[in-house]
């Protein structure tokens, strides 16, 4: 597979689409933004088509459908859905892309209304696209059995046609781009860029005692930083707490993220295990208090089934918190096993028991994979450098140098 040419190329227009965008919270949404953020400030012209969605399970609009951020011209259009069961969300004003003058059209996610605007976009006026899949296979997806099965017969009948629409597919993993290679029939046409960080938002870190006083933490933390969806698996540490509780009395489990439609079934399973005193749902945190969270925090967890990359791991090491993650999808290539954190079997909950243990239990070898993190997170993954070789798949797609 050829590389990616690095460094700047010349001014262009941009037409970016994401089915949310900030404030709308989640790992997708940050990349979109913050690449999108960054290309202004390089001087091209970026437009954003997305939903009015903050939040898909439920539906939960907002009412912002033109703004400027950061520069970015953001055009928020009206989402609905077939039905509640099969959950597809059409966006009927996003067939304004059809007609929107624009160099490259750089569409993240897939499976969604706007990608395949976006790929009929390029078939019909022949404007390079670029694809940024964020791939989850259909076993992944949320939203029930039903929407599992709408997703497995959109991929049997649509998704190839997308990918050979796309003039470039950007997978965010190694385990993403597998995931997705049988869809794939040119894998010349495939770069491998991960997400990032923002280096400047975790150079002066705060102290994280005072979120540790404001809650009456007193023993050790464990944190979770995300959505409460149902791919995140939080059960199975949920289910490990009791134990962990024999081993450590004083230990708190912080939750911190959205609901995303489990919310209450975490709570509920909370409630049944006896550990409502020992487990604090935070809901969304304000930027200060999520640095501090991650500072404060012993472990960071992330056992999902599936993710393309986790952004949150790279925020979590950069904050010199040890992370532990299941060994599927993209995580298990963020984190370093046995040096930035550990790779944990996907639900095996006497596994995640021992690993939590030994380094709740171990703080100079919390200390010694935080550092590591922190390097790795920090000088490997900031979203200057990633933008530069994003910049290069626009060169190479538009011949615009």
């Given at each position: 597979m050829p590389s990616t040419p690095w460094g700047r190329c010349e001014a262009m227009r941009v037409l970016t689409t994401a089915i949310r965008y900030p404030p709308a919270p989640g790992g997708v949404e940050t990349h979109a933004h913050e690449v999108a953020r960054l290309l202004v400030q390089r001087g091209h012209d970026v437009v954003v088509y997305t939903s009015d969605l903050i939040k898909e399970h439920p539906f939960k609009h907002l009412d912002m459908p033109h703004e400027m951020v950061d520069g970015v011209h953001v055009i928020r259009k009206r989402a609905h859905r077939i039905n509640a069961t099969f959950h597809y969300v059409v966006i009927p004003g996003e067939l304004e892309m059809l007609r929107r003058p624009t160099d490259v059209i750089h569409s993240h996610s897939f499976g969604y209304f706007h990608t395949n605007v976006a790929a009929l976009r390029s078939t019909l006026r022949e404007t390079p696209f670029v694809i940024t899949p964020h791939y989850h296979p259909p076993e992944s997806m949320e939203g029930g059995w039903a929407r599992r099965q709408m997703r497995r017969l959109y991929d049997s009948e649509v998704a190839n046609w997308v990918f050979d629409q796309a003039d470039m597919i950007i997978a965010v993993s190694r385990a993403e781009l597998g995931s997705m290679a049988h869809h794939i029939h040119d894998m010349d046409k495939v770069r491998v860029i991960p997400n990032g960080i923002d280096p400047s938002r975790f150079r002066d870190l705060p102290d994280g005692r005072a979120f540790l006083e404001d809650r009456g933490i007193t023993g050790p933390m464990l944190l979770y930083v995300g959505r409460m969806a149902q791919n995140k698996r939080m059960e199975l540490v949920l289910q490990a707490m009791p134990d962990l509780l024999q081993e450590e009395p004083d230990l708190k489990l912080v939750i911190a993220g959205p609901d995303d439609g489990v919310g209450d079934d975490w709570k509920d399973?909370?409630?049944?295990?006896?550990?409502?005193?020992?487990?604090?749902?935070?809901?969304?945190?304000?930027?200060?208090?999520?640095?501090?969270?991650?500072?404060?925090?012993?472990?960071?967890?992330?056992?999902?089934?599936?993710?393309?990359?986790?952004?949150?791991?790279?925020?979590?090491?950069?904050?010199?918190?040890?992370?532990?993650?299941?060994?599927?999808?993209?995580?298990?290539?963020?984190?370093?096993?046995?040096?930035?954190?550990?790779?944990?079997?996907?639900?095996?909950?006497?596994?995640?028991?021992?690993?939590?243990?030994?380094?709740?239990?171990?703080?100079?070898?919390?200390?010694?994979?935080?550092?590591?993190?922190?390097?790795?997170?920090?000088?490997?993954?900031?979203?200057?450098?990633?933008?530069?070789?994003?910049?290069?798949?626009?060169?190479?797609?538009?011949?615009?140098?």
């Open positions: 399973l909370t409630r049944s295990l006896g550990i409502e005193d020992n487990v604090r749902f935070e809901g969304f945190l304000e930027e200060a208090d999520m640095l501090a969270a991650y500072v404060a925090a012993d472990v960071f967890v992330l056992p999902s089934d599936w993710e393309a990359f986790g952004i949150v791991l790279l925020e979590a090491m950069a904050c010199r918190t040890p992370c532990v993650v299941a060994d599927r999808g993209g995580p298990k290539e963020v984190v370093v096993d046995g040096e930035t954190g550990i790779v944990a079997p996907y639900g095996d909950e006497g596994a995640w028991k021992e690993t939590l243990l030994q380094l709740i239990g171990d703080a100079s070898l919390r200390k010694r994979m935080g550092e590591a993190g922190r390097k790795r997170a920090m000088g490997e993954f900031s979203w200057s450098s990633i933008v530069d070789r994003i910049e290069g798949v626009y060169e190479e797609v538009t011949g615009i140098k």
